[in-house]
């Protein structure tokens, strides 16, 4: 598929039922302003929350579907159904919206019923997958590499098989919306109310000071997206009305070195800091490994250097580092104690760990 910008279709002519779909895209096109009726299938995770507002703040109606057990009080102004993705779809029927997003999405019965379910009742179904779908030992991935297949196609143990799986899920959607259906593939998500640390360790390990260590090669490639630019990415997705597949990695439409995203972080948020280049032999031979560095020697090494040029060219963009880097310590420094001290930064790990590099013959 071409990486340049495809012209949103016209499903009204094309899709079965498509006259009984709340909303054409001829209509999208002679009202690009009005607002969209969407609804959420979670929207109380990480990502999720700034996806409504985002939405909100574009003047669309939302309504989230969840079981109504995390963050309840967020939005009182949104409309709330409470259900399950595991036959608990009741308060979906017999209601119609424009646009979809389904980003809780993890097992393929659930998804295929709830794309089952609102097939005539919405006008697109935008599936929110993962980076974790494409095959291991590529050295570089765009949205037409080879993907995993599922062992044991019964199964439905996400922690197990979690790629597969989402293989599956887009499948569904796929096969039940065609062209209305859009899939946005996710790699690793930064920014405030991260859950994984994984970039958040990176501006708070800065602001605590001291010798910080940079783990492996200078020029190993580094790969995030902020999760605002994955909340405005795929609102705009459903404003165009957009079909199709996207990878989302950033930060840049390029390669961004190792080096480079230490000194950035550590300007933003560290100036005092200092840092020990560790080569990856060492630390190899430590068993010690640190959050988004992932090794050229590896399987996963295509996993840092996957094109996103097909998401840019459909509205993709992406903020500063040090704007993702400052307003993530700022969101963390902010949050109770307790969830702090979920962040490990192994502080006396490292400085045995430096003081063995420095000794080495």
Request: aromatic fraction near 8%; charged fraction near 25%; include cysteine.
């Amino acid at each position: 598929m071409s990486p340049t910008r495809r012209e949103f279709l016209n499903t009204s002519a094309t899709v079965a039922g498509a006259l009984a779909l709340p909303r054409t895209a001829t209509d999208w096109i002679a009202h690009g302003s009005a607002p969209l009726k969407v609804l959420i299938l979670g929207g109380t995770g990480f990502i999720g929350p700034h996806m409504v507002r985002h939405a909100v703040s574009r003047g669309h109606q939302v309504s989230m579907f969840n079981r109504g057990k995390t963050n309840p009080s967020l939005f009182p102004g949104v409309e709330h159904l409470t259900g399950d993705r595991d036959r608990g779809l009741d308060s979906l029927r017999n209601r119609t919206w424009d646009v979809v997003i389904d980003n809780s999405g993890y097992v393929p019965r659930h998804v295929r019923d709830s794309a089952e379910l609102l097939k005539d009742k919405v006008g697109r179904y935008l599936f929110i997958s993962t980076g974790s779908v494409y095959a291991a030992n590529l050295e570089r991935i765009d949205e037409d590499s080879p993907l995993l297949t599922l062992d044991d196609p019964a199964s439905e143990d996400v922690e197990k098989f979690y790629g597969p799986l989402k293989v599956h899920c887009e499948k569904a959607i796929h096969e039940t919306f065609g062209d209305r259906g859009t899939v946005v593939r996710l790699h690793i998500v930064a920014g405030p109310g991260d859950t994984t640390d994984r970039f958040t360790y990176w501006p708070v390990r800065f602001a605590k000071g001291g010798d910080v260590i940079a783990p492996g090669d200078r020029t190993n490639p580094v790969q995030f997206v902020d999760v605002r630019d994955v909340a405005e990415f795929t609102v705009h997705l459903l404003e165009k009305n957009t079909p199709g597949i996207f990878n989302a990695a950033g930060p840049t439409n390029g390669e961004l070195p190792m080096a480079d995203f230490l000194k950035t972080i550590g300007k933003a948020t560290g100036p005092n800091a200092t840092t020990t280049w560790i080569d990856e032999a060492f630390l190899s031979q430590h068993k010690t490994g640190f959050p988004l560095w992932i090794s050229q020697n590896g399987p996963a090494r295509g996993a840092c250097r996957v094109s996103s040029r097909r998401g840019l060219a459909a509205g993709l963009s992406f903020r500063p580092v040090a704007v993702t880097a400052k307003d993530t310590l700022e969101w963390f420094q902010a949050e109770p104690a307790e969830r702090q001290a979920k962040l490990e930064l192994n502080l006396e790990r490292d400085a045995q760990l430096l003081a063995d590099w420095k000794k080495r013959p």
